[in-house]
């Protein structure tokens, strides 16, 4: 298992920007693709972003595509989410995660593949 600490959420304005980090300790963090999700009160949780373990190739949701910007950097053993031009739709607790396997080939974007989970970070954004 890795463990797994967000930080950078916060209350913004409709249009302002936001960059969440996670870091990563108890296991090889480089070999492990990684991926942001996001829950609304009532709502399911859903894909925002994922990165593969090399950082050579990223997925954003559609949601969030062109405002979103995930990026990782091994040396830290950390991921982030850079978040621009918010709105209020995009209020949600953020869950930083951890793919199940390493070296997968395929980047992961449903909440099965992933085995490790932060404890959330609470992003609102007001209008």
């Known amino acids: 298992q890795v463990q797994l600490v967000e930080s950078g959420g916060g209350l913004v304005q409709a249009g302002g920007s936001l960059r969440l980090s996670c870091t990563a300790s108890g296991r090889t963090f480089s070999g492990y693709s990684m991926g942001w999700f996001r829950q609304a009160p009532g709502m399911e949780r859903e894909f925002v972003a994922a990165i593969f373990w090399s950082g050579d190739r990223t997925v954003h949701a559609d949601s969030v595509k062109g405002r979103f910007t995930i990026s990782r950097d091994n040396a830290r053993n950390t991921v982030y989410l850079q978040m621009n031009s918010l709105k209020p739709e995009d209020t949600a607790v953020y869950y930083c995660?951890?793919?199940?396997?390493?070296?997968?080939?395929?980047?992961?974007?449903?909440?099965?593949?992933?085995?490790?989970w932060g404890q959330g970070t609470q992003v609102t954004v007001s209008s």
């Open positions: 995660s951890a793919a199940r396997s390493p070296y997968h080939p395929r980047l992961p974007v449903t909440a099965p593949d992933y085995g490790s």
